[in-house]
Structure formats: structure tokens, C-alpha cells
């Protein structure tokens, strides 16, 4: 038998305040007009690790594009990938694809009904199992997010740190204790709902709090203690240099393999300036290594700062002449000489395209003068 930290009066209450209150004030979102399991279930992939205001517009575009699992799983990698441009973590569209088409093919496109077998699916953690079950399918599943470990944290005064993952089950636990049983699918949404607009990161809203009357760290003035953090280790930063390898009136282009981050996404050639090499030797060097062409530099063209979850990026992009030599992968899956205006054809990560209004300036100019 689990610890309860909660009485059972306490529960009921906690469950009937915040099921009161999302009623009342739930926000008018996309996904929640129409119950479809595989509508929630992209919602809740793009809303991962990613704000409502953010994920919205992509939602719309996605489901416009792909508005059923057939349409979806019958796409092209580039087509989903280039809908989810910018909105990072890319294993997310290509894992919802490649479950697309597993569903086709082995659900006959019904999103599986049974947490187990959906769980099997890939890109489809305990998470999303528990949010599609509960909100589409009235299962029983408690959702543990950001959200939930803040509000849960606050509540009881939780000492275990909301970002570290050795405590998820200790969250999930406390979370499948609060459950309410008969109306799963609202009650994680409403506790979701609490953590986003009232028990908000920096100065919760706890005057307004449907559950003040019941939150420990509300009753003894420590809101501000809670949620518990982990501290992080700085993020280290990586120096790059990169190439617009001009040929003809054309640029090259090659893919990034499936695998790891930014798979499948198109990029320019380039990589890791070594210890005391300068970033112009870098991008000479890097593209002889990733597709053995030989290169001049004409100019810089940039340079690009950028964040990523793991490090930050400083990218040196230089317009490159070709000189000799035939295309030869080493890394990428595949290459293109594409013309230039054709560059939002294709999905590329966000470094990249901060740099795309420089080289559409400097690409027909050098044209006009050859
Ligand atoms: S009372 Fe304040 S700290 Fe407690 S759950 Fe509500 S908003 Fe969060």
C-alpha cells in the first residue's frame, strides 16, 4: 500500500475545485473541439516541451495538411518535418510519422484504444499514453508534466526536485492518487490548466487558486520555495563554420541522417572549428571531410547565435566557390544543387534559416556579376 499524502476528504475536494473551475474557465483551444484520439494525440506531441502559443499555429497547419492518420502516414519525412520547421525536437514529427504508418498498417488507422499497445508506438511515452487514454478515451491515466509536478509540488510542499527524472515516480504516484477516477480526461486537463494560467512558474495567482484552501505551501506562505530544482550544469558552447557551396547559380545542400538531433532536416556542409583553426580553414576543411568538394571562400556571410536544449551555437556561414570535385557523402544521407529561391522547399533547423535573408541578398547579386 502507497503513503497517502493526502486524506480522502481532501482529494474529493481538491478534485470537485478543480473540476469547478476548468469548467468555468478553460481556454477555447484547437484540440479540444472535437474528441479524435489522433487530433489530442498530436496536440499533445507538439505540446510537449513547447508553450500553447507556440504550438498552436503549427497545429493548425498540421492537421490542416494531415487531418487524419492515412494522410499523415501517406506523407513524404520532408513534408511533415518542413510543417514542424522551428518548432524543434524533431524526433518528435519523425516518431509521429513512423506511428502514423504503424497504425495504418496494423490498427487499420484507429488509434489504439488500450494504453499498452499505444505505448508500443514510437515517440509515445507514459506522458502522451496517459493524455490520449484519459482525455480521448475516459481511461484512467494520470498525466505528470511540467505543469502537474509544479502544481503538485506547491501543494504539499514536495521536496523532490521537479527536474530531475529520478522523482518522476514519485510525482506519478502522488498524481495517481489525486486522480479523479470517473472524469480522468478533464480532471488532467484541468490540473494542467491550473499550472498554466494560475500556478504559473513566477508569481502564482494564488488569491484566485481554486484550491488555495487546500495548498500547504499557500497555508504557510512558501510558494516561493516550491517547486524544488536541480541545480544545472552550465551549457557548454560549440563554435561552427559553414559553407554555401555556390556552383552555377546553385547551392548544395545535404540531409542529415534519421538518427540524433536535427534528423532527417536539410542543412549546408560544415562543422566543429578545431583548437586554433580559424573558422575560415574550418569551413574549407569541413566540406572536403562531408562531401570531398574543394572550396574557395568568397565572404562572410554571417554569423548566427543560437540555443539549443544541450549547448549553444556560434555558427560562422561563409559563401563558398566551388572549384573541383564531385560530390562524395560522409555523414549526410543525401545531397542537392538546388537553386536558391527553392531553399524553403525544404525543412531546415532553425540556425539555418537566420541566415537565409543574407544569402537570398548576396546569392543574385553575385549571379548579375558573373
Ligand atoms: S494556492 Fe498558489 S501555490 Fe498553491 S496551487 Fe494554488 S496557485 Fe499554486
Known amino acids: 500500500m502507497k503513503k497517502q499524502i493526502w486524506d480522502l476528504d481532501t482529494i474529493k475536494k481538491l478534485q470537485q475545485n478543480l473540476l469547478s473551475w476548468y469548467q468555468q474557465n478553460k481556454r477555447q483551444l484547437l484540440w479540444r473541439e472535437k474528441n479524435n484520439p489522433y487530433l489530442i494525440w498530436v496536440a499533445e506531441v507538439m505540446l510537449q516541451q513547447t508553450q500553447v502559443s507556440t504550438a498552436e499555429p503549427y497545429y493548425r497547419r498540421f492537421i490542416q495538411r494531415f487531418p487524419t492518420v492515412e494522410r499523415l502516414a501517406s506523407a513524404h519525412l520532408d513534408e511533415v518535418l518542413k510543417l514542424w520547421e522551428g518548432l524543434g525536437y524533431y524526433a518528435r514529427a519523425r516518431n509521429l510519422h513512423k506511428a502514423a504508418k504503424i497504425v495504418l498498417d496494423e490498427y487499420q488507422g484507429n488509434v489504439p484504444d488500450d494504453y499498452h499497445s499505444f505505448k508500443t508506438l514510437p515517440g509515445v511515452g507514459d506522458y502522451i499514453a496517459s493524455a490520449v487514454m484519459s482525455i480521448s478515451f475516459g481511461q484512467p491515466y494520470a498525466v505528470v508534466d511540467g505543469n502537474v509536478k509544479r502544481v503538485l509540488s506547491r501543494l504539499g510542499t514536495l521536496p523532490f526536485p521537479v527536474n530531475d527524472t529520478r522523482f518522476t515516480k514519485q510525482y506519478q504516484q502522488i498524481a495517481d492518487q489525486l486522480l479523479e477516477r470517473n472524469h480522468p480526461g478533464e480532471y488532467n486537463q484541468a490540473i494542467m490548466e491550473l499550472g498554466a494560467l494560475i500556478c504559473r512558474p513566477q508569481k502564482p495567482l494564488c488569491e484566485e487558486c481554486p484550491v488555495n484552501e487546500l495548498c500547504v505551501s499557500f497555508l504557510t506562505n512558501r510558494q516561493t520555495e516550491f517547486p524544488k530544482r536541480k541545480q544545472k550544469a552550465k551549457i557548454p558552447t560549440q563554435k561552427v563554420s559553414v559553407g554555401v557551396v555556390l556552383k552555377e547559380g546553385k547551392v548544395l545542400i545535404t540531409r542529415r541522417k534519421e538518427n540524433g538531433l536535427l534528423g532527417g532536416l536539410w542543412e549546408f556542409p560544415g562543422g566543429k572549428i578545431k583548437v586554433g ?69 525544404y525543412p531546415f533547423p532553425k540556425a539555418n534559416i537566420k541566415f537565409f535573408d543574407v544569402l537570398e541578398d548576396a546569392i543574385p547579386r553575385l549571379n548579375e556579376q558573373s
Open 277 to 345: 583553426e580559424t573558422s575560415e580553414d574550418a569551413c574549407i576543411r569541413e566540406i572536403k571531410e562531408e562531401v570531398d568538394l574543394e572550396v574557395d571562400i568568397i565572404s562572410h556571410l554571417k554569423r548566427i547565435y543560437h540555443t539549443y536544449s544541450h549547448f549553444k551555437l556560434i555558427m560562422d556561414v561563409y559563401l563558398c566557390e566551388y572549384k573541383s570535385g564531385d560530390v562524395m557523402l560522409s555523414g549526410a544521407t543525401e545531397y542537392r544543387w538546388i537553386h536558391p529561391n527553392e531553399i524553403h522547399k
